[in-house]
């Protein structure tokens, strides 16, 4: 593939995006959680290919993207507690896992053979703009190479994909940071967090009366975000560390100081727009030490993303 397009989120840079998704080509886009790699969802040719692009394993699903409520009906069904949520969340970064309808005509590929696929309505107003113009479902990973620290700007997606997809548009850096919180249901319609991201347990419990089930221990990946070893910078990664040891660069979060900080006032809010766009800074560093984030609001999702990036690497 020839060098990726580097397209600007106006009126021309959306239409000439969503001509290429049209076309089967790769575009990623920004979303206020971090950059998708964006297909159309509904031709098979075209999700494979963010499947090679990404080398991403094919039994790990897609989240479809779609502009509004009513096209996300047109794929899934939307009931029950699943609809208080999206209403009180979308457009924002909540995936709902949710069943397909059996006229969905959204590729297998994008569900790894499920009868469920995860789904949102991505507040950002380029990926708003694109969806709109697009008018179809888009499955839209991370734009990054799988398994490697998620892409917060146009450059990070480009550091790892260029020449491997159409184009990037690209409208800046992204706000919340993280990826979209993923909810599924038992079957008792009850919800069961299954990824924490910018919606936090408390939001929900905010708007349901009661927190979210954990995810299910040891259980078959049901989602995106479930592989243990995910978000991994090149180098190793120590958690929980007050200071640094011998090689290590450390990133600081609160009174615990660091070559940088994920916020020195103790801002969860800006420590996750922080998080992937400081492991990016520290790709190359042969270790990385991090300060302790409290398992609270945001925190329980920063957490998530720095035990993946700690984990044993296959």
Known sequence: MSKTLRLTADPDGI????ALLGDGALVAFP?????????????????AGIFAAKGRPQFNPLIVHVANRDLAERHVALTGTAARLAEA????????VLPLRPDAGIAPLVTAGLG??????????????LLTKFGGPVAAPSANPSGRISPTAADHVL???????GAVLDDGPC???LESTIVGFDETGRARLLRPGGITAEDIAGVL???PLPPEAGGKITSPGQLLSHYAPRGRVRLNATAPEDGEVMIGFGPVPGDTSLSESGDLAEAAANLFRMLHLFDTAEAIAVAPVPEEG??????????????PRN
């Open 116 to 129: 469920t696929v995860g789904i949102r309505v991505p507040a950002h107003p380029a990926a708003q703009a």
């Open 175 to 177: 706000g919340v940071g």
């Open 31 to 47: 979303t206020e959680t971090v950059y998708g790699l964006g297909a159309d969802a509904r031709n098979d040719q075209a999700v």
């Open 89 to 96: 969340f979308w457009p924002g970064p909540l995936t709902l």
């Open 15 to 18: 239409a000439r995006a969503a």
């Open 298 to 311: 945001l925190g329980a999702a920063i957490n998530d993303r720095l035990r993946r990036a700690a984990a």
């Open 209 to 211: 009366g009661e927190r």
């Open 159 to 165: 550091a790892g994909l260029d020449g491997r997809i």
